[in-house]
């Protein structure tokens, strides 16, 4: 029997050596909500990560692009969208309702959401 489970040594070697990359230095993965280290880790800025996603999920023709009417918010550019940020309205859409993107936009992935969310707590910056 011991044979034929030796065919997995390298593979759960291989796992261990990735959840090890995952771990922060007190050697526990970091978690949303729970970990206070966990947005540190994914080092968001607007430029590299927020940009890219309200492009691709956002500013979109027809949503929040530059023609959009003033109630819905034009996020093609920082100001309006750090506004909508820090006055808590893109959490309520977007966390706390759901109902952001609406299709036939992709739902945002639970890695977007976090990223997301790690700006907006750190008080939306322009970097």
């Not at 590299?48 to 929040?64: D, F, R, T, W, Y």
């Not at 820090?86 to 976090?114: H, R, S, W, Y």
């Amino acid at each position: 029997m011991f044979k034929k489970l030796r065919r997995y040594i390298p593979l759960v070697a291989i796992t261990a050596l990735g959840l090890q990359a995952c771990l922060n230095d007190k050697g526990e993965v970091p978690v949303p909500d729970t970990d206070p280290t966990f947005c540190d880790s994914l080092g968001v800025t607007y430029s590299e990560n927020i940009v890219p996603l309200v492009n691709n999920s956002c500013a979109v023709v027809g949503c929040h692009d530059a023609n959009a009417p003033t109630t819905t918010g034009n996020f093609t550019n920082y100001t309006e969208l750090a506004e909508r940020a820090n006055n808590g309205e893109i959490t309520i859409q977007v966390f706390d309702l759901g109902t952001m993107p609406q299709a036939p936009i992709d739902p945002l992935t639970d890695a977007q959401k976090d990223t997301l969310r790690c700006w907006i707590e750190a008080g939306a910056p322009n970097n």
